[in-house]
Every structure is written in C-alpha cells, then in structure tokens.
C-alpha cells in the first residue's frame, strides 16, 4: 500500500486522501451520458487495484449506468475487510425518465425520492450506511432547497448517511442549504480547462468549512498523456464526449487547442519525473479549499498513470508555464492561476 497525501473533508468530515476514485466511466452505456460498453472484470480489477494502492475513497451515483456503477463498486469492495474498505461517497436526484429511458435523467429531490435513492444505493451498494451522500444536481420538479436538504438531515439523523453534500449547487443554493443544516462538502467540476469554480466557489466553501471534491479534474481524459484526436475518432458512437463541446468533431478547433495546451505540460512533467495526467491533478490540488480530486480509471494501468500526483508540487516556473499556455491558446473559461494560500 502506498502512503497517500490526506486532507479533511470540510471542518468535521473524515481525513480523506487527496485522489479518489471515481466511476462516472464503468457504469457503462446504460444511459444517455454514457462512456459506451465497458468490461465490468476490468472496471472491478481497478478498482481494487486503486484501494489496494491506499486510495480511501471512491464516489460514484446512481445514475451511471442506472445503478451498474454502484453495483461495480459493491463488488469490488465485497469481501474486503470492513475495517480496510474505502469510504463510498454516493448521489441521488438524477432519475432516469421513464417515458425516455436514455434521455435526458430528471432532476427529483422530492423527500420520498431522496429516501428511495438512498435506500437503493444502499442495496446495490451492499453496506448499512453511505460515508456520504450528494444531491447530483439542483432539484427541477419544484421543490424546495429547504425541503430536499431536510430530507437529507433526517437520514444522517437516522444512521443511513454520515455527511452530507451537494454537486454543481451555487452559492445561493448552498447558503439556503447551510440554514437547515451544515453542508459538509460541494462537488463541482474543476480541471486546467473548466476552472470556473476558481470565481468564487472555493473561497465559499474555503470560509464556510465545507469540503471540496472536484470531478472531471483530467476534463475527460483530455488531460491524459495518451489522449489523441485519432481516439476521438474511434470512440464508440454511445460514449456522449463524441458530441461534448470540448471533443467533438462538429467544432475541431475546440479539441484541437485542447490537445496543444496539454502538449505545453509535457516539459512540465518532465521536469518533475511525472505524468502530464499528474501535473494537471496537482494544479487542481493546489487550489485552497480542495479536499480532493476524482479520478476515474477503467483498468490498473490507468491508475498507475495518475497514483502519483499527490506527491507532486508545482514551483512558481511550473504554475507561470501553465498560465502562460492557457493565455495564449485562450483555453477555457475561469480563472488561469491558483491563489497563494492564506
């Protein structure tokens, strides 16, 4: 087992390590922001390999793949011992239409839902409680902030869910959620390409002791050093990046710039004897009020690529390099340089 970088979740929450493993990518095609098929034996192997290797948490919802990915982390995590699993974070909220089962999933935070879903993910999960449990997105269906945050404060009161956070909320949303009860984390995404929680979030959640764990950190795997417009091409035609604004062919100068910026890592990289997938982990984790990063992988090898990037620290040529690139190949959209801390 490696011995990772670990940092607590929010003022109360428990010392998570710095990279998580996610599984937005392994719940497969089953739904319309699907990755495409995936072998479930491999999806498993790396998982396991991941918590192997000292990653102590792993997030995941229940709407990839309409609950599969949860099923693929009940079994990679069964038979382990319960002292030595990793945390589950899971989210409820998204539901699956059920006159368009691959359209678009419905935003539902009605209280009966979020108890149903809880309920569901404990199941396919094959635990007694959620470590912590995330509304995915805001409500749609015209419920109340006040009244779905209640919800969740009743299941952490009843022993089902320990913490509790939300995903992609703003600071308004979280504020009238911090009236109820306190929000013990926000998971919104931040990579070298999408950095606009960088406004205002961050210090937010910084000032208010609510955690922090970002996902889509590699963009998709845009920020890997294997990743090609060629891949793009072969991409299985049920993976939704075929038509994501930062991949798809119907506006190639997007993937382009994309993929020259992550080309200007590569010395950085070399420099500091690591992966460009690490360096661009690491600019995430420099961010004050970052609790952690999610990093999805859907074989061992992949985990090997990124396991190190807690260990990696950026010096001030390394961040000038960064910033530099992301100026001149204008990519993005937030702002192109961590704050110093404190």
């Avoid at 719940?27 to 991941?50: C, F, I």
């Avoid at 979030?201 to 970002?214: D, E, F, Q, R």
């Avoid at 690491?282 to 690529?305: E, F, M």
């Amino acid at each position: 087992m490696t011995s990772l970088p670990t940092r607590q979740l929010g003022k109360s929450g428990p010392n998570i390590t710095v990279i998580g493993c996610g599984t937005w990518a392994i719940g497969g095609d089953g739904w319309k922001y699907g990755w495409g098929p995936q072998d479930d034996w491999s999806s498993v192997r790396s998982l396991r390999h991941a918590i192997g290797l000292g990653l102590n948490w792993v997030d995941t919802a229940a709407i990839y793949g309409r609950g599969h990915a949860e099923e693929m982390v009940g079994k990679a995590i069964s038979g382990i011992p319960q002292n030595d699993r990793p945390l589950i974070f899971t989210k409820c909220g998204l539901r699956p239409s059920a006159a368009q089962p691959d359209g678009d999933p419905q935003n539902i935070l009605r209280p009966d839902s979020v108890r149903m879903e809880c309920e569901a993910s404990l199941k396919r999960l094959g635990v007694d409680h959620l470590d912590l449990l995330q509304f995915h997105w805001p409500d749609k269906s015209g419920v109340e902030a006040e009244d779905s945050w209640g919800a969740m404060a009743d299941l952490i009161d009843a022993g089902k869910v320990r913490y509790g956070g939300v995903s992609n909320y703003d600071i308004p949303l979280l504020e009238r959620c911090e009236k109820i009860r306190h929000v013990d984390s926000l998971q919104p995404p931040l990579s070298l390409i999408d950095r606009r929680a960088g406004y205002d979030l961050l210090s937010w959640c910084a000032s208010n002791g609510t955690g922090v764990i970002c996902y889509s950190p590699l963009q998709c795997g845009l920020l890997t050093d294997s990743f090609s417009a060629e891949r793009v091409a072969l991409m299985d035609p049920r993976d939704f990046r075929l038509w994501h604004q930062e991949f798809t062919h119907y506006a190639p100068p997007a993937l382009q710039k994309n993929l020259a910026f992550r080309d200007r890592l590569i010395p950085i990289a070399e420099r500091q004897n690591a992966s460009v997938a690490s360096i661009a982990l690491a600019w995430v984790l420099s961010w004050p009020g970052v609790t952690g990063a999610i990093v999805g992988s859907r074989s061992p090898d992949q985990v090997d690529g990124w396991i190190g990037a807690g260990a990696v620290s950026l010096s001030d040529r390394d961040l000038d390099e960064i910033e530099g690139a992301l100026v001149e190949l204008a990519v993005g959209m937030g702002p192109t340089r961590p704050p110093k801390a404190g």
